[in-house]
């Protein structure tokens, strides 16, 4: 697969103050192997708490070049599947998009540890289109990729896994 130069990581935010227990929490959790859902209306700051967790000094640490964030903000979710989440994660990863995305992004995910940051991500678990296969991959990357770890940030109250 042509491997392309990764996504440029956003930084963290530069007007920032009053989330340092939520970073911290967010941060011990995925050191701790824990996935980490962010939940809650538009404009509290989810996106902002996410870009402060992915520049860390310990996550950077721990992670290095191994930290993705992945918007999805930019999709439609009447136009989201599995493929365009697929090929939307397998870009962010530096690969053009493959033929079978979802094995080439598990064995990227569990050649070293990795943090995926899912932004946005009401636009692909409310997708009108294939909402189950989707939730499914993302099971697949978190249960069977030892040492990956997923933080998601979504509009709205989840009623997702």
Do not use: C
Request: without cysteine; negative net charge.
């Amino acid at each position: 697969y042509a491997i392309e130069e990764p996504d440029v990581l956003p930084t963290r935010p530069r007007v920032f103050v009053g989330r340092s227990d939520l970073v911290q929490s967010a941060t011990d959790a995925l050191l701790k192997f824990h996935h980490v859902a962010l939940i809650g209306p538009g404009g509290i700051g989810k996106s902002s708490i996410a870009r402060a967790v992915l520049n860390d000094e310990v996550i950077v640490s721990k992670f290095k070049a191994r930290r993705y964030f992945i918007q999805f903000d930019n999709i439609n979710v009447n136009q989201v599947n599995l493929k365009t989440f697929l090929d939307q994660i397998a870009r962010a990863l530096g690969f053009a998009t493959p033929v079978n995305a979802y094995n080439l992004i598990t064995k990227t995910l569990s050649t070293a540890e990795t943090l995926l940051v899912l932004d946005n991500a009401e636009t692909f678990l409310d997708a009108t289109m294939d909402a189950g296969w989707i939730t499914d991959a993302i099971d697949g990357f978190g249960a069977h990729i030892k040492g990956s770890q997923i933080l998601i940030a979504e509009y709205g109250q989840s009623s997702h896994p």
